[in-house]
């Protein structure tokens, strides 16, 4: 099964609006990522926080995590048309680091 | 090139053929992964390879699926007997070290099986 869970599965906002996506997992971890994928092929990472941090920033990207509610978001800021995609968030868990657990993704579609 | 390359990027067979896909990893990543994703769906991990360790297997669907890597270079990922169940993007994988690092993706190969 799954360790991640995106939600909203999907997500539809005009350009400039704020996007938020949140995901929630199951384990204890020590990191989580969140990957963009666009047109169902090759992901592309976007920013990693660890067990330890809270907020991260990078851009117009903010991700948040809560390791006591097992849940991060995902903010994306002024939003453009070029966001829409797939987002990913994935774990890896600490007692077993090698392989990373993705959840099931959120489609964002921001409209021009 | 400085990416995970992914060869080919298309393949369309009938039921029943086999299927031989093929993965460049980054040059010196030690981990390499293969996911399948269905349409619409999330990434379904399927087998991790790293270094010279026995390759985690955990998630292959059946024994119809295998997979090899050559050292720390290129793997192939085989598919006997093609179902259409199998039709999906596969996704290869290649990380540093493996230990929960970053992951690069290549582009993937959409299998069609008719």
């Known amino acids: 099964s799954q360790q991640g869970e995106e939600d909203p599965q999907a997500l539809s906002i005009q350009e400039g609006e704020n996007a938020t996506m949140n995901c929630s997992y199951k384990?204890?971890?020590?990191?989580l990522q969140w990957y963009r994928q666009n047109s169902g092929r090759g992901l592309v990472h976007l920013i990693l926080?660890?067990?330890?941090?809270r907020e991260k920033h990078s851009g117009r990207l903010r991700v948040t995590l809560d390791t006591s509610k097992k849940s991060s978001s995902l903010l994306i800021t002024a939003s453009r048309a070029a966001d829409t995609a797939s987002y990913f968030c994935?774990?890896?868990?600490?007692?077993?680091?090698?392989?990373?657990?993705f959840g099931t993704g959120t489609r964002l579609q921001v409209f021009p | 090139g400085a990416g995970v390359s992914q060869s080919p990027s298309n393949k369309v067979t009938e039921k029943g053929k086999d299927v031989e896909l093929r993965c460049d990893p980054i040059?010196?990543?030690?981990?390499l992964y293969w996911y399948r994703q269905s349409l619409g769906q999330g990434l379904e991990f399927l087998i991790y390879?790293?270094?010279?360790?026995?390759?985690?297997k955990s998630g292959l669907p059946s024994d119809r699926f295998s997979a090899e890597r050559t050292g720390e270079s290129v793997s192939t990922l085989t598919i006997q007997r093609t179902q259409q169940e199998d039709s999906a993007v596969y996704l290869c994988?290649?990380?540093?070290?493996?230990?929960?690092?970053?992951?690069?993706f290549g582009p993937g190969t959409r299998l069609t099986v008719l």
């Open positions: 390879f790293q270094g010279n360790s026995a390759p985690d």
């Open positions: 994988a290649s990380s540093l070290d493996g230990s929960g690092d970053t992951q690069y």
């Open positions: 040059s010196g990543h030690t981990a």
């Open positions: 994935a774990t890896a868990r600490s007692y077993n680091t090698d392989k990373l657990i």
């Open positions: 926080i660890r067990s330890n941090e």
């Open positions: 384990t204890s971890i020590n990191n």
